[in-house]
């Protein structure tokens, strides 16, 4: 059983930065995997990272990498998401999920708890 409450969304200039928190509470955070996904308006949520439960290994959606950062402090129970360098293709609501297992998996069936999701609005 584990709770995840995003924040950190935002209105935000394209080429602007913002950094997404998701703090979890309930089972041991260490031992999941955690991820990030979006979902714009009229699509699927789509992946966009996700990080091991050592934090060692992280995976980008094609389109947010050397743009987005990945990561978790495991003694505040906390993921994050640093954006950076953000497009108003970016604009969507941001979902914290986590999954117990070992692999990092870029597809959101795999994920067993999700957060209520945070907007992130990129303008032109």
């Known amino acids: 059983q584990v709770q995840l409450i995003e924040s950190g969304g935002g209105l935000v200039q394209a080429g602007g930065s913002l950094r997404l928190s998701c703090v979890a509470s309930g089972d041991s955070f260490g031992n999941y995997v955690m991820a990030w996904f979006h979902q714009a308006p009229g699509k699927e949520r789509e992946f966009v990272a996700g990080?091991?439960?050592?934090?060692?290994?992280?995976l980008y959606a094609d389109s947010v990498k050397d743009r987005f950062t990945i990561s978790r402090d495991s003694a505040k129970n906390t993921l994050y998401l640093q954006m950076n360098s953000l497009k108003p293709e970016d604009t969507a609501v941001y979902y914290c999920?986590?999954?117990?297992?070992?692999?990092?998996?870029?597809?959101?069936?795999?994920?067993?708890?999700w957060g209520q999701g945070t907007q992130v609005t990129v303008s032109s």
């Open positions: 999920a986590a999954r117990a297992g070992i692999g990092v998996k870029a597809v959101g069936g795999n994920y067993d708890y």
């Open positions: 990080i091991s439960w050592s934090g060692i290994r992280t």
